[in-house]
């Protein structure tokens, strides 16, 4: 037996231990509500994958047969990413709000102004409760810049549909985001192929 396999073995041997004392201990939280409630959902943090995780979060609710839609508040209205490519053939509508990356910006007005106004068509959505789930991609931008006023998104949000869930995304959540929320993930790099000198990829980057 060569000593990967000995190490194999031993981490198999942990594992089953652990996962035996586990299951022989687990007992149902008491006082989970039953039932359909709309969440709010922050992914936010310095890693890869907070909008990657909210479109999966889109495909499992259209899945289950719930009518969703996504604002993308730095992706420009005309661009073809691989997740637009998906959701054209799903059927499924979209918004491109802004001007792309905003530390990429020639004009950083009219980027806070198309931030306002995407948000005004967001919260048209959101008021008008025809959505099951709601994305706000990149959303925690316009927050942080100040292009949109966080005490009209904490009352159009608190104001929702008690079964429209709402996922926000973006670097740098507002500790008032952060408070209001129902489940917040942070995403944080461990590594990234960037750092080594590997260009984004198709279909893994956009």
Not at 96 to 109: A, H, I, K
Not at 148 to 173: C, D, F, N, Q, Y
Not at 187 to 193: F, G, L, R, S
């Amino acid at each position: 037996m060569t000593s990967g396999d000995e190490a194999t073995r031993q981490r198999r041997e942990a594992a089953m231990q652990e996962l035996q004392e586990a299951n022989d201990s687990h007992t149902k939280q008491e006082g989970i509500s039953k039932g359909r409630r709309g969440l709010i959902i922050v992914n936010t943090g310095n890693g890869k994958g907070k909008t990657t995780a909210a479109l999966g979060l889109m495909m499992r609710a259209h899945g289950r047969g719930l009518k969703t839609r996504l604002f993308q508040f730095l992706k420009h209205e005309n661009a073809k990413f691989g997740e637009h490519r998906t959701l054209d053939a799903l059927g499924l509508p979209y918004e491109g709000l802004g001007d792309g990356f905003t530390w990429r910006s020639r004009n950083l007005e009219n980027s806070a102004e198309m931030a306002a106004h995407g948000w005004e068509l967001a919260k048209a959505a959101i008021e008008a409760g025809e959505y099951d789930l709601i994305v706000l991609d990149e959303f925690t931008y316009p927050l942080k810049y100040g292009w949109v006023s966080w005490p009209e998104v904490e009352a159009t949000l608190k104001a929702r549909s008690p079964l429209m869930h709402v996922v926000i995304t973006g670097r740098g959540a507002l500790p008032e985001l952060i408070e209001l929320a129902d489940t917040v993930s942070e995403i944080q790099p461990v590594k990234h192929a960037y750092s080594a000198g590997i260009g984004a990829q198709i279909g893994v980057e956009y």
